[in-house]
Nanobody, 124 residues
């Protein structure tokens, strides 16, 4: 089974909201950290937000106040609530998990497990 599966992407107009979900086949995959990343066409993978096993939460500075990462009641699901979306938020969004050590949450290489991504498209 896929270790991580994202859902919730879609097409919205600017100013709209989406909530992405990342479901883990085993909670232990993200025992240390679960991160959300995004990648726009022609750009590198960018860290969006992360939640550590101890509850610490981090966001990309440019997204603070608009995006919120949270855990569901079931440990194996993490959400990314995205509000006030702009066309610049258009990208493929991925969740990534690591059960051991993550020193820098926004570094893609720190994560062992990845989902296949969910597309978010924001039109003006």
């Amino acid at each position: 089974a896929q270790p991580l599966v994202e859902s919730g992407g879609g097409s919205v107009q600017a100013g709209g909201s989406l909530r992405l979900s990342c479901k883990m086949s085993k909670w232990g995959y993200a025992r240390r950290c679960l991160g959300w990343f995004r990648q726009a066409p022609g750009k590198g993978r960018e860290g969006v937000a992360a939640i550590y096993g101890g509850g610490e939460i981090y966001y990309a500075d440019s997204l603070k106040g608009r995006f919120t990462i949270s855990r569901g009641n079931a440990k194996n699901t993490v959400y990314l609530q995205m509000n006030s979306l702009t066309p610049e938020d258009t990208a493929m969004y991925y969740c990534a998990a690591e059960r051991l050590y993550v020193r820098t949450w926004y570094e893609p290489d720190a994560y062992r497990y990845w989902g296949q991504g969910t597309q978010v498209t924001v039109s003006s």
